[in-house]
């Protein structure tokens, strides 16, 4: 009887143990943030605050936190934490663009906006996207080329740089539309098609 009491102590102690693991490991899941989100957070609330250049380092380290969670996490972090979202990747940028074009820095802002198009070109990136986050990413794709091409059109130099201005020779323009020549007949974002 005495060695059936002490099997049995011995499996209750065993699964209180495992039980005191999934519990401390689970509350430290449920406390977990996502570096990606928190410094996309304080970037948006640096912003909004007027403090530019601590706004952009904020947005960078979001970006950052997007590229190093891509690249270096385990299988055992694939499994546990959610995936770096390419999404929040690409609004990091789009909010850095806006912050350098604000602290009135144009290339740098026009290399924050292209990158920004570069994770998030509007096209749902694949079979993977539902419906309605598919047209929500269109939508801000749309968002950062009109940007785009609002700085481009603002600053001739910045679009000449990028091989996307109205050149240098003396040549005819003819009737070509130049992108971003003709305002929207949408308010707010524009007519994609005049872009």
């Given at each position: 009887?005495?060695?059936?009491?002490?099997?049995?102590?011995?499996?209750?102690?065993?699964?209180?143990?495992?039980?005191?693991?999934?519990?401390?490991?689970?509350?430290?899941?449920?406390?977990?943030?996502?570096?990606?989100?928190?410094?996309?957070?304080?970037?948006?609330?640096?912003?909004?605050?007027?403090?530019?250049?601590?706004?952009?380092?904020?947005?960078?380290?979001?970006?950052?936190?997007?590229?190093?969670?891509?690249?270096?996490?385990?299988?055992?972090?694939?499994?546990?934490?959610?995936?770096?979202?390419?999404?929040?990747?690409?609004?990091?940028?789009?909010?850095?663009?806006?912050?350098?074009?604000?602290?009135?820095?144009?290339?740098?802002?026009?290399?924050?906006?292209e990158e920004s198009l570069m994770l998030n070109p509007g096209n749902g990136?694949?079979?993977?996207?539902?419906?309605?986050?598919?047209?929500?990413?269109?939508?801000?794709?749309?968002?950062?080329?009109?940007?785009?091409?609002?700085?481009?059109?603002?600053?001739?130099s910045l679009a000449q740089q990028q091989g996307k201005g109205k050149g240098?020779?003396?040549?005819?323009?003819?009737?070509?539309?130049?992108?971003?020549?003709?305002?929207?007949?949408?308010?707010?974002?524009?007519?994609?098609?005049?872009?």
């Open positions: 009887m005495n060695a059936l009491k002490q099997k049995r102590n011995r499996w209750f102690l065993a699964g209180l143990i495992a039980g005191l693991l999934l519990l401390f490991y689970g509350l430290g899941l449920a406390m977990w943030q996502s570096p990606q989100v928190y410094y996309y957070n304080l970037g948006v609330k640096l912003y909004a605050g007027g403090d530019l250049p601590h706004a952009v380092q904020s947005f960078d380290r979001s970006l950052s936190a997007y590229k190093s969670s891509a690249r270096n996490s385990t299988w055992l972090e694939r499994f546990v934490y959610p995936k770096p979202d390419r999404e929040l990747a690409a609004l990091a940028d789009f909010q850095k663009g806006k912050v350098l074009i604000r602290a009135q820095q144009g290339q740098p802002a026009v290399d924050a906006l990136y694949g079979d993977d996207v539902s419906a309605p986050d598919a047209v929500r990413m269109h939508e801000e794709a749309l968002v950062v080329k009109y940007d785009l091409e609002l700085l481009f059109k603002n600053n001739p240098k020779g003396k040549g005819d323009k003819g009737d070509k539309q130049v992108p971003g020549t003709e305002p929207g007949k949408q308010p707010g974002k524009g007519n994609r098609d005049d872009i």
